[in-house]
Structures are given as C-alpha cells and as structure tokens.
C-alpha cells in the first residue's frame, strides 16, 4: 500500500520530482572534480531510470506516443484529414453491407424480443430437454403470475404439399402465438384462438420464402383450398418476409388442435400427459426478473409432481432462459448461405481496401520524410 501512495504521489508531483531530480544531479556534478565531470554520464537516462523506480513508464510512453502522435497529425492536416476519410468510407461501408445483410436474413422482426423466454425441462436422469405436454403448459399458463402470455410451438417434418417429394417444415403453434409476437399479416390474417379449438377448420398459414418459390408470390392463394399430407387446408394469410420462424425455420404454420388432422395420429398422442414434445414459451411481465420467474417456476414445477407424480421425475425444475440467436432458424437454404458468403467477403475486400490505402499514405509519406528518419536514428 505504501508503494501504491508512492507512486500516486509521483504521478501527482512528476514536475516537481523532476526538478528536484535535475537539481539534485547538477549539484552532485559541481561536486566533482573538473577532470572527472564529463564521466557523470547521460542526464537523461539517470532521468528515465528514476521515471522506471516511480513505476509509470508504460503510462508515461503511452503519453508521449499520443502527444507526438497529435503532433505529426497536426503538422500534416492533409494527410489527417485524408487518413479519416479512408478509415470512415471502409466503416460506412462495412456498417451499410451489414445493414443490407440484416435486412434479408434477419428473422426476428418481433415485438419486444427482451421480454421473450424459453422454458425447457431439467432433471437428473436426463438432463435439459424442451418439451412439454399440453396438459403440463395449461397448468403453467393457468397458475403462474410472472409471464404475461404463455405460447407453445410443436415442429411437425413429414408433411407434403400435394405431389411434392420435400418434406415441409410445417410448426403447430398455439393460437395466441402470432398476436403476441406482434407479427402482421403481408395478406389475409395469421392464426388465432378460434384456429386453435376443437372442431375448428384447418387453415394454414404460409411462410414468405415458400410462398415465394412454390406459389410465385401469388397473393390468390390466400382463401384457396390446398392439400397438405393429402388433407383440404385452407390458406388464411401469408407471413411478412422479416419472420421465418422463432423455434424453427418453417414453411406453413398451423393451430396445435389440427395435430391429428395433419398427422393422422390418435388425438389423445398431443393431449396426453405423457407427451413431451412440445415446445413452450412466453413473455416476461413488466419488471419481473429472470430470476423471479426461475424462482415461481420452480415452486410450480413442485406443485405438479404432487399431483401427477407417475409423469414428472422427482426433482425436476424449468430452466427459464431468454430467446437467443441459438434459439433462431439458422440461414438453411443456398440463396441464403450464398448471401452469408457473399457478405462476408464483401467485408473482407473493404477492410483490406481501406488498410492497403491507407499504407501505401504511410509509405509515401515515409519516403517524403526519409532524410528527418535519418537523421532521427544518426541522433539516437
């Protein structure tokens, strides 16, 4: 601690430490005798060997790094103004390419993405999975007090629009998830929670890219009948392009209550207790915490295993994480990945334009200053 004060006190008073410094070597010189003065040595490195004993040289280099920096700036205001501008037209460049490059793959163009969980499961003997049954996310939805909205998604894979041979990525999704996120139709409507009751109609919603490449972006489709898995479905409304998705890159959305419809699989496969596949989130309610929400859901979690005990492990509890890039449909299809490479060497090709310029200034300026840089080095 003593040397710490020490040196601050050196930091406070270094022109006067350095006065006294250049006193006390002058009168240690005049104390000499005439022949042995000009064995003395050099000031200077007796003053730079004492800066090394008060501890802040790499402060005091950095210092005067700066200060001779500015002042060979300030010598060639050209050359300075010229610097800028390259640097700046590479950043510009840069941050226009990655705003054009957001605007095409960005997928979660979503309301108040900050308030939005993912719920997974954790126990002992399986460690952390996602899913849910219908029943357990009812219990939650109902008895929780810290999520505003509680919404559920199931990827179904096999599903085949008419002849078609490609599997379509088609997301059952509770009837609340659209009008939560905030996302607005490009035409027609988006799912609701009359699509998501029993006995309701099948309708569909279409994903933009899909819409795109297998409908030509026809906005006639919407209302039309088409068949998916060799079942009627009617088309309601097609999703804006900025939205692909929040668990899973999809093509066609539908109400969870069409599972059996679409799947051809007992009714009683999504409704029971013993289903764990589907995937539940929610949003957080103005000002309550992570960590107050991780607290409920524990203590729910705990309510339940006494009252379905053959269905949940002893010990489990939900993990309560925020929706992260990880939790977003990666760019999958090669538009999109020759979109990725495309960016990324457009980036690479300015920073490297913008570095090449600006050295070949430092060279030119090097050699129109060559005689000075002689002349520094034969001083030393």
Request: charged share 20%; proline share 5%; with cysteine.
């Amino acid at each position: 601690m003593r040397k710490l004060f020490r040196r601050l006190a050196a930091l406070l008073h270094r022109r006067s430490l350095e006065r006294q410094l250049a006193e006390d070597m002058a009168a240690h010189r005049d104390m000499m005798p005439p022949e042995r003065r000009r064995n003395f040595g050099s000031t200077l490195l007796f003053q730079e060997q004492a800066a090394d004993h008060w501890g802040w040289t790499r402060l005091d280099h950095l210092r005067q790094d700066l200060a001779y920096g500015l002042r060979q700036l300030r010598r060639s205001p050209g050359f300075t103004l010229t610097a800028i501008a390259v640097l700046s037209l590479g950043i510009g460049v840069n941050l226009a390419e990655a705003y054009i490059f957001n605007a095409f793959l960005h997928r979660l163009d979503v309301r108040d993405v900050d308030s939005l969980v993912h719920l997974s499961r954790v126990n002992r003997e399986d460690g952390r999975r996602p899913g849910f049954s219908l029943p357990e996310i009812d219990f939650y939805r109902r008895n929780n007090t810290v999520l505003s909205s509680v919404f559920a998604e199931i990827d179904v894979r096999d599903v085949h629009y008419e002849q078609d041979s490609t599997s379509l990525r088609c997301p059952l999704v509770s009837g609340n998830f659209f009008s939560e996120l905030g996302i607005t139709p490009l035409y027609g409507r988006l799912l609701d929670d009359r699509d998501d009751q029993a006995g309701a109609s099948p309708v569909a919603v279409l994903g933009y890219d899909y819409w795109q490449s297998r409908f030509g972006g026809d906005p006639g489709v919407v209302l039309k009948t088409i068949r998916l898995n060799d079942r009627p479905v009617q088309v309601v409304g097609i999703v804006p392009a900025r939205f692909g998705g929040l668990g899973v890159f999809a093509n066609v959305w539908m109400a969870i209550s069409q599972y059996a419809y679409v799947t051809g699989a007992p009714e009683t496969e999504i409704t029971g207790w013993g289903t764990y596949r589907i995937s539940m989130m929610g949003r957080l309610k103005p000002g309550v915490s992570f960590e107050a929400a991780q607290a409920q859901f524990r203590s729910l979690t705990a309510e339940l295993y006494r009252q379905q005990p053959v269905y949940l492990a002893s010990g489990e509890w939900l993990k309560v994480d925020p929706i992260l890039p990880s939790n977003l449909p990666a760019a999958t299809n090669p538009a999109e990945l020759l979109l990725l490479s495309t960016f990324i060497l457009l980036v690479l090709l300015v920073l490297f334009s913008a570095c090449a310029n600006l050295g070949n200034m430092l060279l030119a300026r090097g050699l129109a200053r060559r005689r000075e840089i002689e002349i520094r080095l034969a001083l030393g």
